[in-house]
């Protein structure tokens, strides 16, 4: 085996998510994280913390007001945030880039339709919710992180079924009735 060969770094999957600074944002449980290593460097996003705060009773400090959620801080190496004086008050950075996935921004919620070729319409009765609010979506107001997920599900369905119109079966895969 040759130096070059022994010193080789082997890389196995994704990066590790590490968070190059954290600061509290508008709205509850909500933090702005720049992202300092993995699939998201140089990002920043805004992320609701709400969904693991509001789940494990360690966080019932952070909840109760007993821990100022201002207090918010970078963790170790960038691999975590923390509150001071709080050891087991910890959110990772690997959760964190999975709550900042789960989000969506109006542009992506317009993309989103645009991609699908969805009205107003067609996108309220796909995701069961007012046409109002599918335009308030591709406007300004906050998209609920249910509706995120429900549009990356949809996403998912509505791609895989455009692939299924192509195939010479698809009369029965789609309608129901093949051609006779």
């Known amino acids: 085996m040759s130096v070059d060969e022994a010193d080789a770094i082997v890389t196995v999957g994704e990066p590790l998510p590490k968070l190059a600074s954290v600061t509290v944002a508008d709205g509850p449980y909500t933090v702005m994280v720049t ?7 140089g990002c920043t ?4 913390l709400a969904p693991v705060i509001f789940t ?6 952070l909840r109760d007001g007993t821990v100022a959620f201002d207090a918010v801080r970078l963790g170790a ?17 690997e959760t964190i880039e999975d709550l900042a996935a789960a ?19 067609a996108a309220a009765a ?11 979506f591709t406007k ?5 992180r ?10 998912q369905i509505l791609t895989s079924g455009s692939r299924a119109d192509d195939s010479p079966s698809a009369g029965r895969a789609v309608g129901g009735r093949g051609r006779s």
Not at 56 to 61: A, D, L, N, T, W
Not at 140 to 144: A, F, K, Q, V, W
Request: hydrophobic share 40%; charged share 30%; net charge positive.
């Open 77 to 93: 190496w960038g691999g975590s945030i923390r509150w001071d004086g709080h050891d087991d008050l910890k959110i990772g950075a």
């Open 35 to 41: 992202w300092a290593g993995g699939t998201r460097l």
């Open 146 to 155: 249910y509706i995120a997920l429900a549009c990356r599900q949809l996403d």
């Open 103 to 121: 989000a969506m921004t109006n542009a992506e919620f317009s993309n989103f339709l645009r991609r699908n070729d969805l009205t107003l319409d």
């Open 140 to 144: 300004d107001r906050e998209i609920p």
């Open 126 to 136: 796909q995701l069961g919710i007012a046409r109002r609010r599918v335009a308030y």
């Open 56 to 61: 494990f009773k360690v966080f019932r400090p």
């Open 45 to 48: 996003d805004k992320v609701d």
